[in-house]
């Protein structure tokens, strides 16, 4: 014969994510929902990042090969000055302050490398801010999630002893379904915050190889436009 409490443990025992979410408390439902929302919004960051920086990466690379194979700058400028990729707009920022600093008659030029390398040096400060620009939300999730997922969890444990008390009865058909739920929410909270960890620091190493890239085209037209200045 099964009594009410063995019955109660079974099903405990069998609840469902959907079981356990649809019975828990409406503060553990609103911290479940958010940590679900916080989960799709980083899958949507990690989708979207994926496949933007591996076109840019690309993208830059074939830009800077075409870029060295070619002898003459301002035709290049004319034919691909206007792209709308990182590298192509650090070259225009070269060629804008290289055009505004010798089309003087007397050529500063010590001046001109400054100003070359201070235009050069922002435009990969401003390429890689946009691109970092949703990484921190990344870092947001990853930090919160944890913490927000141990909310709901405390929250339903402590449900469960106000069970406890009401019932005056601490078995474990008693408490089981409220500290099934309190857990359900870490889990939520640790499946929201890892990959998003784990992405945060995947895209920052990517982040910084693409800055060095960026970096090293810019000293190498530096060097480049510095040579045509001992040419005047």
Same mark, same amino acid.
């Given at each position: 014969?099964?009594?009410?409490?063995?019955?109660?443990?079974?099903?405990?025992?069998?609840?469902?994510?959907?079981?356990?979410?649809?019975?828990?408390?409406?503060?553990?439902?609103? #911290?479940? %929902?958010?940590? /679900? =929302?916080?989960?799709?919004?980083?899958?949507?960051? !990690?989708? @979207?990042?994926?496949?933007?920086? &591996?076109?840019?990466?690309?993208?830059?690379?074939?830009?800077?090969?075409?870029?060295?194979?070619?002898?003459?700058?301002?035709?290049?400028?004319?034919?691909?000055?206007?792209?709308?990729?990182?590298?192509?707009?650090?070259?225009?920022?070269?060629?804008?302050?290289?055009?505004?600093?010798?089309?003087?008659?007397?050529?500063?030029?010590?001046?001109?490398?400054?100003?070359?390398?201070?235009?050069?040096?922002?435009?990969?400060? #401003?390429? %890689?801010?946009? /691109? =970092?620009?949703?990484?921190?939300?990344?870092?947001? !999730?990853? @930090?919160?999630?944890?913490?927000? &997922?141990?909310?709901?969890?405390?929250?339903?444990?402590?449900?469960?002893?106000?069970?406890?008390?009401?019932?005056?009865?601490?078995?474990?058909?008693?408490?089981?379904?409220?500290?099934?739920?309190?857990?359900?929410?870490?889990?939520?909270?640790?499946?929201?915050?890892?990959?998003?960890?784990?992405?945060?620091?995947?895209?920052?190493?990517?982040?910084?190889?693409?800055?060095?890239?960026?970096?090293?085209?810019?000293?190498?037209?530096?060097?480049?436009?510095?040579?045509?200045?001992?040419?005047?």
């Amino acid at each position: 014969m099964t009594t009410p409490a063995l019955a109660l443990a079974g099903e405990a025992a069998t609840l469902s994510p959907l079981a356990l979410f649809l019975q828990a408390d409406i503060v553990v439902k609103v #911290v479940m %929902v958010g940590l /679900l =929302a916080a989960s799709v919004w980083t899958w949507g960051i !990690i989708i @979207a990042f994926s496949m933007r920086a &591996g076109g840019i990466a690309r993208k830059c690379d074939a830009y800077e090969k075409e870029f060295w194979r070619s002898e003459d700058i301002d035709g290049f400028y004319d034919k691909r000055g206007k792209d709308t990729i990182p590298s192509a707009r650090i070259f225009a920022a070269a060629v804008a302050e290289w055009r505004r600093s010798t089309r003087l008659r007397t050529v500063d030029r010590d001046g001109t490398r400054d100003r070359l390398s201070t235009a050069m040096a922002s435009a990969v400060g #401003v390429e %890689v801010d946009a /691109l =970092a620009d949703r990484l921190n939300i990344l870092a947001t !999730i990853g @930090a919160v999630a944890p913490f927000v &997922g141990l909310f709901g969890t405390v929250w339903g444990i402590m449900r469960s002893f106000t069970a406890i008390a009401a019932q005056q009865n601490s078995s474990l058909a008693v408490v089981a379904p409220g500290i099934a739920e309190a857990l359900f929410a870490t889990a939520i909270g640790l499946f929201a915050a890892i990959p998003a960890v784990i992405a945060y620091n995947r895209f920052s190493h990517r982040i910084n190889r693409l800055e060095a890239s960026l970096g090293r085209f810019a000293d190498g037209l530096y060097a480049t436009l510095s040579r045509e200045l001992e040419r005047d």
